[in-house]
């Protein structure tokens, strides 16, 4: 077997190996930081997500909103 064709079964594995990777769920992480009151039902939120195909991230902030009075 040349050098050639041991790049070629090289280079074949790898792509199977990623694409078989890409197939699967991919891991998620998730974030959440909840500083609002329990008595609040209608707490300020901001939310967001990235996902890049290989990793996802959501991050959910909530607070409650003090009103001047």
């Known amino acids: 077997m040349d050098q ?3 790049r070629r079964i090289i ?7 990623l694409l078989m ?3 699967t ?3 998620t ?3 959440e ?6 008595t609040d039902k209608t707490p300020r ?3 967001a997500a990235v996902d890049t195909g290989l990793l996802a991230v959501s991050v ?4 409650t909103e003090r009103s001047l009075r």
């Open 4 to 6: 050639l064709n041991k």
């Open 11 to 17: 280079l074949a594995a790898g792509a199977a190996a």
């Open 21 to 23: 990777t890409a197939a």
């Open 25 to 27: 769920v991919h891991p």
């Open 29 to 31: 992480a998730e974030f």
């Open 33 to 38: 930081i909840l500083t609002h009151e329990l």
């Open 45 to 47: 939120k901001f939310q």
């Open 60 to 63: 959910i902030y909530t607070w």
